[in-house]
């Protein structure tokens, strides 16, 4: 292979990285408006998807698994809008799998615990989940939630970070 061919080689792979990356930011952006309208986001997920939400919303493991738990979760949180911001996407060599971390920043409605009327909360944290590409076409293997704040819009986080 001649220099211009190993040049080009090496800037399709660089292309391709990029191109991976913008895709994977955009099935977390689908992912984020499924949940925001309530739609089903099984579809960007592979068979085997593996959803953890922590001690506050459970592990859930297969699309059957997940679909149960959004039924059950829509009726709780009635209304959100989902703010994520990547921080790092890393392509796995062979460019097959990757893994990407975003900052959470939400807001929702959800019943009061005391009195079960609506109230408005924010919600924050993380989300590290792990990719893989099926049929050219990027899903989510696992989905990882770590809550740093599920607390009163009228109370703030520095009152009360977590709701009961």
């Not at 068979?47 to 009726?75: P, Q, S, Y």
């Not at 990719?131 to 607390?151: A, G, I, Y």
Request: aromatic share 10%; charged share 25%; proline share 2%.
């Amino acid at each position: 292979m001649n220099q211009l061919e190993q040049r080009l080689e090496a800037l399709t792979a660089r292309m391709q990285r990029f191109e991976d990356i913008e895709a994977i930011k955009q099935l977390k952006a689908r992912y984020a408006e499924c949940a925001d309208r309530g739609q089903n986001l099984l579809d960007l997920c592979t068979e085997d998807i593996v959803w953890d939400g922590g001690e506050r919303f459970g592990c859930h493991t297969g699309k059957a698994a997940l679909r149960e738990f959004a039924m059950k979760n829509a009726k709780v949180i009635t209304w959100t809008l989902h703010y994520m911001v990547p921080s790092i996407i890393e392509i796995a060599e062979g460019g097959r799998s990757a893994r990407g971390s975003w900052y959470l920043w939400e807001l929702a409605t959800m019943p009061n615990t005391e009195t079960g009327k609506s109230e408005a909360v924010w919600i924050g944290g993380t989300y590290e989940d792990t990719f893989v590409k099926e049929n050219q076409q990027w899903k989510f293997k696992t989905v990882t939630l770590r809550l740093d704040v599920l607390s009163p819009y009228a109370d703030g986080w520095v009152k009360t970070r977590f709701r009961v």
